[in-house]
T-cell receptor, first 114, second 112 residues
């Protein structure tokens, strides 16, 4: 079974630029999550999708972050414009249901904002 | 406000000995707890979980203990192996929300 795919793996941009991350979940997984992990901290949930609907985006900074999951499969997370404090690893995870032990993480995208 | 705390950023243990990783939480509404393991350049992988109705859950070499009165949980790895060297995160959720609050992680190094 193929795992959660993310691209790019690394991205370096300057502040005020825009960036987008892509996630392809495990086939058949209805639930998709985006997390932000700042160095030295644990992952923080940004947004959760159930199919193509948003379940929770309470911690997504909506003035600069946006996410979509068209057709309930792939998802993109965008930052526009980026700030220095957005430097982090962005993790995508998917699960077949809502049970916690079925959540599989991708390798993440490491973003550096200069 | 850090609701889930892992106060030891790192831990070194000899191969074959017990590793004990600790986690404290402040929110009494948390009722489900998980441990994840993370290798460099990979995403976290689920290790073991425990519900608040239990005080112990065991899976092979891994055991999680929950002390609700102390708001404390611990992960025991016995015996520790070099392949266990990784960063371990504890996470907690409340009321079946499946919204997990993660701790800051503990880097475990098992010495051969």
């Amino acid at each position: 079974e193929a795992g959660v795919a993310q691209s790019p793996r690394y991205k370096i941009i300057e502040k005020r630029q825009s960036v987008a991350f892509w996630c392809n979940p495990i086939s058949g997984h209805a639930t998709l999550y985006w997390y932000q992990q700042i160095l030295g901290q644990g992952p923080k949930l940004l947004i959760q999708f159930q199919n193509n609907g948003v379940v929770d985006d309470s911690q997504l900074p909506k003035d600069r972050f946006s996410a979509e999951r068209l057709k309930g499969v792939d998802s993109t997370l965008k930052i526009q414009p980026a700030k220095l404090e957005d430097s982090a690893v962005y993790l995508c995870a998917s699960s077949a249901g809502l049970a916690p032990n079925t959540q599989y993480f991708g390798p993440g995208t490491r973003l550096t904002v200069l | 406000d850090q609701q889930v705390k892992q106060n030891s950023p790192s831990l070194s243990v000899q191969e074959g000995r017990i590793s004990i990783l600790n986690c404290d939480y402040t929110n009494s509404m948390f009722d489900y707890f998980l441990w994840y393991k993370k290798y460099p350049a990979e995403g976290p992988t689920f290790l073991i979980s425990i519900s608040s109705i239990k005080d112990k859950n065991e899976d092979g070499r891994f055991t999680v203990f929950l002390n609700k009165s102390a708001k404390h949980l611990s992960l025991h790895i016995v015996p520790s192996q070099p392949g266990d060297s990784a960063v371990y995160f504890c996470a907690a959720s409340a009321g079946g929300t499946y919204k997990y609050i993660f701790g800051t992680g503990t880097r475990l190094k098992v010495l051969a």
